[in-house]
């Protein structure tokens, strides 16, 4: 039985971030001879492409994702299910990504737009206690890689590490700045036309390794379209086979659409194919406590969620029934994984009685 979950979400698609030194990421730019698309193809006015605001093909892919939970949990009612959206008050462009995804998700006008009105904005006067949790501008003490750090992730050859990409760093090079972005969002042609979808996809996974290099392992980046969730499962233990975890469980599910279905901007929902999904953990509840705790820098975690995670590694036992201290391993899930994300939208599910196939 699902007791609750927790799904993190980045924004969805924004216009793109000026190349360093230009004051705009459309037209011309010092690093490449060709223009880049205006904002017109965006689909975005000037002053909202200037503040990379979320495109409207965009929130149509968060307004799929959505609709493709309600569905995929199979709510009677979507409106009625006890559900908390929790976004980054000091980015727009998350506030509306919530904002999208409850239009999806809730699905009838009158009920997103009251869900919509009471989504948490997590801002340094409101909520400061979660904006370390859906912001990557908070440090809260903690500092990132060192130089050592880095090196270490990826055996300390920076010749043999652009040797292994050399095919498409070359590649990247004779477009003189393609961006990945431009192949989820509806503008045309991406990449002047001079690649696949699927050599795009390949140089975006390039992309995706260098980062997490350069971060030392500790990459921020959920790609657009995709989701990271926990849920918190109990079934109650039997004679023949008990569990000293008193049948607690946390099951990790990684979802994303198709390049192709993001940029076409396709329902997830039948008729149409749903997103894929992968299972990326299945442990014991003590099991995913200690994998948190692992990944925890208590310098990050501020008062008094620090004496949260300190309570958690005194090793507490695990709750005794579905409806105690839910929360409390919730609040391991998002302290462990969502403070290394960044501009997330976080989903909080919370539902006793939701039972999945």
């Known amino acids: 039985m699902v007791v609750a979950v927790a799904h993190l979400f980045r924004h969805g698609q924004r216009s793109p971030y000026p190349p360093p030194l230009s004051e705009s990421a459309a037209g011309p730019s010092i690093w490449t001879s060709r223009l880049s698309p205006p904002a017109e193809s965006w689909n975005l006015t000037a002053s909202a492409f200037d503040a990379q605001h979320l495109t409207p093909h965009g929130a149509a892919l968060l307004r799929h994702l959505g609709q493709y939970l309600a569905v995929d949990y199979r709510y009677p009612d979507p409106c009625a299910a006890d559900v908390t959206l929790i976004a980054d008050g000091t980015s727009f462009r998350d506030v509306q990504s919530a ?90 042609p991406f990449a002047w036309g001079e690649l696949t979808l699927s050599e795009l996809s390949e140089l975006y996974r390039v992309h995706q390794r260098v980062m997490c290099v350069v971060l030392g392992g500790r990459t921020t980046h959920l790609a657009g379209g995709s989701f990271l969730s926990f849920e918190l499962r109990y079934d109650a233990p039997t004679s023949v086979a008990p569990d000293p975890d008193g049948g607690w469980r946390v099951v990790g599910f990684f979802t994303a659409a198709t390049v192709l279905q993001q940029r076409r901007r396709t329902p997830l929902v039948p008729p149409h194919p749903p997103p894929g999904r992968a299972t990326v953990l299945d442990v014991p509840y003590s099991q995913f406590r200690d994998l948190v705790l692992a990944a925890v820098d208590p310098r990050c975690v501020l008062q008094p969620l620090r004496d949260t995670t300190a309570r958690l590694r005194d090793r507490a036992p695990p709750p005794s029934s579905p409806l105690d201290s839910t929360p409390a391993v919730l609040a391991a899930a998002v302290v462990g994984f969502a403070c290394s994300l960044c501009g997330v939208l976080m989903v909080r599910v919370s539902r006793p009685y939701l039972q999945m196939p």
């Open 99 to 188: 904002r999208a995804f409850a239009g999806g998700f809730f699905g009838r006008r009158s009920c997103s737009a009251a869900r919509a009105a009471a989504i948490v904005e997590a801002t340094a006067a409101a909520q400061p206690l979660l904006l370390p949790l859906v912001s990557d501008d908070v440090e809260a003490g903690c500092a990132g890689p060192s130089e050592a750090d880095v090196l270490r992730s990826f055996g300390g050859d920076v010749d043999a590490l652009a040797a292994a990409y050399k095919p498409q760093i070359d590649r990247v090079g004779s477009l003189l700045g393609c961006c990945s972005a431009e192949a989820v969002s509806g503008v045309e």
